[in-house]
């Protein structure tokens, strides 16, 4: 308690002890969130001139918070990537029934993926529950031989009896995908449930032309069926005509955690599909806080958050920016901030510390496979702690940890959020697959330990609302912008918290380790 108190005296005096000093680190923060989401950086999209501004702020700040260059003697390591544009003016689809076409209305009825190359597909349809393959729980929703070039057709989700961490990785993109391919189907069609949509479907067709992109080296690109969609839950009658089944059968079987039918449809799709492909450059920034411990200054904790954001869209009430303030310019702003406090007080710790601002997390976590698969340290990275629109919206009295029960760096957060005070929670919603979902999990996939944060709330309080009116409102909206209430001093007090956070894991004698019972430990080598 004394060594917190400690630190959190010297952040404070160096952020300014003029003012309250909350207040005065809070301040702090936000500039850096003020730069990164300003209009002028046009939403920061991955390959775009504003990106390229705002890697350049972040590397000048690594330079004042006295961070060595982590690729070499340079802040950047080059990401190249492949940018799919959808044609969708060129490109149409149909439902096939009764030997009868009718086109189906693009935004409005379905949003198409967009392939690697431009395809035509007809392919009957089969309705494959959630559409996954869990071995490890026994669980198969894809064991169906009529799966073999068909497409499938699923509801986004899972069943609640699995466990939530198992549930979502078996949910990721490169295991569906790799779990289509086995049962042989060729394609995809993805229904949301109403009621765990982050995003409404107005908003997502509003923004569904931009572009996709994946890494253009080909041994790290995600493995993708010949089509994939994503069908409006409100507009699926025709879908599954004669079928027997209805969504609203199927959307109550998953409310009330009951198994969901599996059954061949009566409807086959015909899709043309118009795709444009060309290489676009980015580029990860990572920086280093060399270990001082001869024995241990080869294993590294990374503090990782991502740059990018979703550049600019369709104009909503005149705005067409995706500033991205909280997501996640609020992360990069706590990477700086936490390397301005330790340089502040002269920290030494015994592990090195490598400060990782990522790109193309809106992609698909592509930065972060990226690095994890290409890291430019040399050495073991043995924890990711990472910063994803941690959303202080409130005064910090909770905070929900996703990984909290995988690993011992859940007992870490524990103690030094506990030595202040502030309770941790457990993810209280599993179901919205968010341990898998940001840059945490690309080192997860490599074996690392690493945990992710949300400021927590305690049902039916005015918290809870708070938070969800914003992920309805404000996620992936031109509405994350710098006109939104943030509590600034909730802010600070949280990188407090996890600068108390690095420096135990980076001065601790063992490295983190996954917990006996962790799904995760098996990707541990």
Same mark, same amino acid.
């Given at each position: 308690?004394?060594?917190?108190?400690?630190?959190?005296?010297?952040?404070?005096?160096?952020?300014?002890?003029?003012?309250?000093?909350?207040?005065?680190?809070?301040?702090?923060?936000?500039?850096?969130?003020?730069?990164?989401?300003?209009?002028?950086?046009?939403?920061?999209?991955?390959?775009? &001139?504003?990106?390229?501004?705002?890697?350049?702020?972040?590397?000048? !700040?690594?330079?004042?918070?006295?961070?060595?260059?982590?690729?070499? +003697?340079?802040?950047?390591? #080059?990401?190249?990537?492949?940018?799919?544009?959808?044609?969708?003016?060129? +490109?149409?689809?149909?439902?096939?029934?009764?030997?009868?076409?009718? #086109?189906?209305?693009?935004?409005?009825?379905?949003?198409?993926?967009?392939?690697?190359?431009? /395809?035509?597909?007809?392919?009957?349809?089969?309705?494959?529950?959630?559409?996954?393959?869990?071995?490890?729980?026994?669980?198969?929703?894809?064991?169906?031989?009529?799966?073999?070039?068909?497409?499938?057709?699923?509801?986004?989700?899972?069943?609640?009896?699995?466990?939530?961490?198992?549930?979502?990785?078996?949910?990721?993109?490169?295991?569906?995908?790799?779990?289509?391919?086995?049962?042989?189907?060729?394609?995809?069609?993805?229904?949301?449930?109403?009621?765990?949509?982050?995003? #409404?479907?107005?908003?997502?067709?509003?923004?569904?032309?931009?572009?996709?992109?994946?890494?253009?080296?080909?041994?790290?690109? /995600?493995?993708?069926? !010949?089509?994939?969609?994503?069908?409006?839950?409100?507009?699926?009658?025709?879908?599954?005509?004669?079928?027997?089944?209805?969504?609203?059968?199927?959307?109550?079987?998953?409310?009330?955690?009951?198994?969901?039918?599996?059954?061949?449809? &009566? /409807?086959?799709?015909?899709?043309?599909?118009?795709?444009?492909?060309?290489?676009?450059?980015?580029?990860?920034?990572?920086?280093?806080?060399?270990?001082?411990?001869?024995?241990?200054?080869?294993?590294?904790?990374?503090?990782?958050?991502?740059?990018?954001?979703?550049?600019?869209?369709?104009?909503?009430?005149?705005?067409?920016?995706?500033?991205?303030?909280?997501?996640?310019?609020?992360?990069?702003?706590?990477?700086?901030?936490?390397?301005?406090?330790?340089?502040?007080?002269?920290?030494?710790?015994?592990? +090195?510390?490598?400060?990782?601002?990522?790109?193309?997390?809106? &992609?698909?976590? !592509?930065?972060?496979?990226?690095?994890?698969?290409?890291? /430019?340290?040399?050495?073991?990275?043995?924890?990711?702690?990472?910063?994803?629109?941690?959303?202080?919206?409130?005064?910090?009295?909770?905070?929900?940890?996703?990984?909290?029960?995988? +690993?011992?760096?859940?007992?870490?957060?524990?103690?030094?959020?506990?030595?202040?005070?502030?309770?941790?929670?457990?993810?209280?919603? #599993?179901?919205?697959?968010?341990?898998?979902?940001?840059?945490?999990?690309?080192?997860?996939?490599?074996?690392?330990?690493?945990?992710?944060?949300?400021?927590?709330?305690?049902?039916?309080?005015?918290?809870?609302?708070?938070?969800?009116?914003?992920?309805?409102?404000?996620?992936?909206?031109?509405?994350?912008?710098?006109?939104?209430?943030?509590? &600034?001093?909730?802010?600070?007090?949280?990188?407090?918290?996890?600068?108390?956070?690095?420096?135990?894991?980076?001065?601790?004698?063992?490295?983190?380790?996954?917990?006996?019972?962790?799904?995760?430990?098996?990707?541990?080598?």
């Amino acid at each position: 308690m004394r060594r917190t108190l400690t630190f959190f005296l010297l952040f404070v005096f160096v952020l300014g002890a003029a003012e309250p000093a909350w207040v005065a680190a809070g301040k702090a923060w936000w500039a850096h969130i003020e730069y990164l989401a300003d209009d002028k950086l046009e939403g920061r999209n991955v390959g775009s &001139k504003g990106y390229d501004v705002a890697a350049n702020y972040v590397v000048s !700040q690594f330079e004042k918070a006295g961070l060595a260059p982590g690729v070499g +003697s340079s802040y950047s390591q #080059p990401v190249e990537f492949a940018k799919l544009t959808l044609n969708e003016q060129a +490109s149409s689809l149909a439902l096939i029934y009764d030997k009868s076409a009718t #086109p189906v209305k693009l935004g409005d009825e379905a949003l198409l993926g967009s392939p690697h190359d431009t /395809t035509d597909t007809e392919a009957p349809l089969v309705f494959a529950g959630y559409g996954l393959a869990i071995p490890d729980a026994g669980y198969n929703d894809l064991k169906d031989p009529a799966l073999k070039g068909a497409i499938a057709v699923y509801l986004m989700g899972g069943p609640a009896q699995i466990d939530g961490n198992l549930r979502s990785h078996s949910s990721s993109a490169d295991e569906r995908g790799k779990a289509m391919k086995a049962a042989g189907a060729i394609g995809t069609i993805a229904i949301p449930n109403p009621k765990s949509m982050d995003i #409404p479907w107005a908003r997502q067709s509003a923004n569904r032309l931009q572009a996709r992109m994946g890494l253009a080296d080909p041994a790290l690109a /995600t493995q993708a069926g !010949q089509f994939s969609a994503t069908w409006n839950p409100s507009k699926t009658e025709a879908l599954f005509a004669g079928s027997g089944h209805t969504m609203e059968e199927i959307f109550a079987a998953a409310n009330a955690n009951q198994p969901l039918p599996h059954f061949v449809m &009566k /409807t086959s799709i015909r899709a043309h599909v118009v795709t444009s492909r060309e290489k676009v450059d980015s580029r990860n920034l990572v920086a280093v806080r060399p270990g001082s411990d001869a024995r241990l200054k080869n294993e590294f904790v990374v503090i990782s958050a991502h740059l990018d954001h979703l550049g600019v869209g369709a104009p909503v009430n005149g705005d067409a920016i995706f500033n991205g303030a909280m997501d996640d310019a609020s992360g990069i702003a706590s990477l700086i901030e936490i390397a301005r406090a330790l340089k502040a007080a002269k920290v030494k710790t015994k592990r +090195s510390i490598v400060f990782a601002a990522v790109t193309g997390e809106e &992609k698909g976590l !592509q930065g972060s496979r990226y690095y994890s698969e290409r890291p /430019t340290v040399k050495g073991k990275i043995v924890a990711d702690i990472n910063m994803d629109m941690f959303l202080p919206l409130f005064p910090l009295r909770y905070l929900e940890i996703q990984g909290l029960n995988e +690993s011992t760096l859940g007992d870490d957060i524990r103690a030094v959020a506990g030595a202040v005070k502030v309770e941790i929670q457990a993810d209280k919603d #599993p179901n919205a697959n968010r341990f898998i979902r940001s840059d945490q999990y690309s080192f997860i996939k490599k074996g690392v330990p690493a945990l992710a944060f949300k400021f927590g709330w305690v049902p039916g309080s005015n918290e809870e609302k708070i938070y969800k009116a914003w992920y309805t409102n404000r996620y992936h909206a031109v509405s994350d912008d710098l006109s939104q209430p943030v509590d &600034k001093e909730a802010a600070a007090q949280f990188n407090a918290i996890l600068v108390s956070l690095l420096r135990r894991v980076a001065d601790a004698e063992k490295a983190p380790s996954w917990k006996a019972d962790s799904f995760f430990r098996r990707f541990a080598h």
